[in-house]
């Protein structure tokens, strides 16, 4: 059973930093990706980033120059370095992670900005 696990969410004050974590385990069959998405206030879940074996990486646009993707293969690990943090970037951050045919959702983890 594929399991993810999220850390490093917490409180920030405006403009500061956070870097998320995301360890998956049960894995069977290999992992093609791995991914951030974000639900913040007043919006449905939406894309953060992706990063797939081969470190290609894909952005939201809005957030590309703030945050930066990365992954331990081996340790089947995804982090996001989150910089410059707004309250428009507080809400619960959720890992995914897709292996085959198959994609996974981690439980979230919340991220709270204070100004």
């Known amino acids: 059973q594929v399991q993810l696990v999220e850390s490093g969410g917490g409180w920030v004050q405006a403009g500061g930093s956070l870097k998320l974590s995301c360890e998956a385990s049960?894995?069977?069959?290999?992992?093609?990706?791995m991914g951030w998405h974000r639900e913040v206030a007043g919006k449905k879940r939406e894309f953060v980033a992706a990063?797939?074996?081969?470190?290609?990486?894909r952005y939201d646009p809005h957030l590309k120059d703030r945050f930066t993707i990365s992954m331990d293969v081996d340790k089947k690990t995804v982090y996001l370095q989150m910089n410059g943090l707004s309250s428009e970037d507080a809400g619960t951050y959720y890992c995914?992670?897709?292996?085959?045919?198959?994609?996974?959702w981690g439980p979230g983890t919340q991220v709270t900005v204070s100004s």
């Open positions: 049960g894995v069977m069959y290999g992992v093609n990706s």
């Open positions: 990063i797939d074996t081969g470190d290609a990486t």
């Open positions: 995914i992670l897709f292996s085959g045919f198959d994609s996974y």
